[in-house]
């Protein structure tokens, strides 16, 4: 359809170091992803004086994987994958990417899309498993922007926590893992989430069982047997346990596999928090190998996934 676009929504990153400022503050001025104390109206000011004080450790965390976030290149390949299995299949809308919190944010793309004829558009999330501060953030704001621009928002991809070829994507480099170091325990790590936030009904915590048991139940019992926890909190709240730095440094002598839940393209928290940091927590601890799994990136297997779901609701 010519006035179709298929839009690729996800959180986004700083490219380089001048802009992991900016990207701090848009995160924390979000409301569906974190309350601040105190009333709405301060959350802006509060986001911009938090950005200020986290800039400089989080520059530095991004100096040491290249100097910016690789996200944007990340969905960028995934965008390109997505749309040669979509010409494969005949069809011709545009794929573009869609960010919540660094460009190409909403406002602008829509602009760009109305003046090339597109009227109607499909989000599909890049988010596996549906969460208020992930997926319901980007769908708010793309709400937001498609009425100002006067545009319809199609059914979409928003979640797709068992769906078989993202599980694929996810069981093919487990099971090489584990070929490797059968006797090693697996840690499925997910991003934390506030308690109160699940308390207050949100599906995320349920979504990301279904897809350890989902895959569990395809990989069949494991000598090391397999547990999950919870990566990268932020602040003084109580949030989803066991954290993952506590489960590393109770696994000494052991073989241990992380994989990575929650993300499917690799950025500061793979990169950085698994790849830097909780591989100098598991030196510490004594653990004999720690090994991370890749997250899914363009596997063909993850491609399959959103192409198929695309395909079945294209009108
Ligand atoms: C403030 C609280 C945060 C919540 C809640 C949160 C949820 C959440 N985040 C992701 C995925 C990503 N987070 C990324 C960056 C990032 N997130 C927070 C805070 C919260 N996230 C911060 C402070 C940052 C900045 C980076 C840092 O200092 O660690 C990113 C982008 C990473 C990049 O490469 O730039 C992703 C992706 C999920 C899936 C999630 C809840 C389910
Ligand atoms: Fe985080
Ligand atoms: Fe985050």
Not at 279 to 296: F, S
């Amino acid at each position: 359809m010519r006035d179709t676009a298929i839009l690729l929504l996800n959180l986004g990153g700083p490219v380089n170091l001048d802009q992991v400022e900016p990207f701090l503050a848009a995160l924390f001025g979000d409301r569906d992803l974190i309350r601040l104390p105190g009333p709405a109206w301060l959350q802006g000011p509060f986001s911009r004086l938090i950005a200020k004080l986290r800039a400089p450790g989080a520059k530095g965390r991004y100096a040491e994987i290249g100097g910016g976030s690789p996200l944007l290149r990340e969905s960028a390949y995934q965008a390109s994958a997505l749309r040669a299995a979509l010409r494969a299949a005949g069809r011709t809308e545009p794929v573009k990417l869609c960010f919540r919190y660094a460009a190409p944010r909403a406002e602008g793309l829509l602009k760009a899309l109305k003046r090339e004829g597109i009227r109607k558009l499909v989000p599909v999330t890049l988010y596996p498993h549906d969460c208020r501060a992930t997926t319901g953030s980007s769908l708010r704001e793309l709400a937001i922007e498609a009425a100002k621009a006067g545009m319809e928002i199609l059914p979409g991809v928003d979640h797709y926590a068992t769906d078989p070829d993202y599980l694929d994507s996810l069981e093919a480099p487990l099971r090489a893992a584990l070929k490797e170091l059968p006797n090693a325990t697996v840690i499925f790590s997910a991003h934390s989430l506030p308690v109160r936030q699940i308390e207050a009904g949100d599906p995320y915590e349920r979504e990301i069982h279904a897809t350890r048991d989902a895959l569990m139940a395809r990989i069949g019992e494991i000598p090391g047997g397999y547990l999950l926890a919870y990566q990268s909190r932020t602040g003084p709240v109580r949030w989803l346990e066991p954290p993952l730095k506590g489960v590393l440094e109770s696994m000494g002598g052991k073989d241990v596999i992380v994989v990575p839940m929650s993300f499917v393209s690799e950025h500061i928290e793979t990169l950085h928090e698994l790849d830097i940091e909780y591989r100098h927590v598991a030196d510490k601890a004594g653990i004999r190998t720690y090994r991370r799994v890749a997250a899914p990136g363009t596997d063909p297997a993850y491609i399959r996934c959103l192409a198929r779901r695309v395909l079945e609701i294209l009108p």
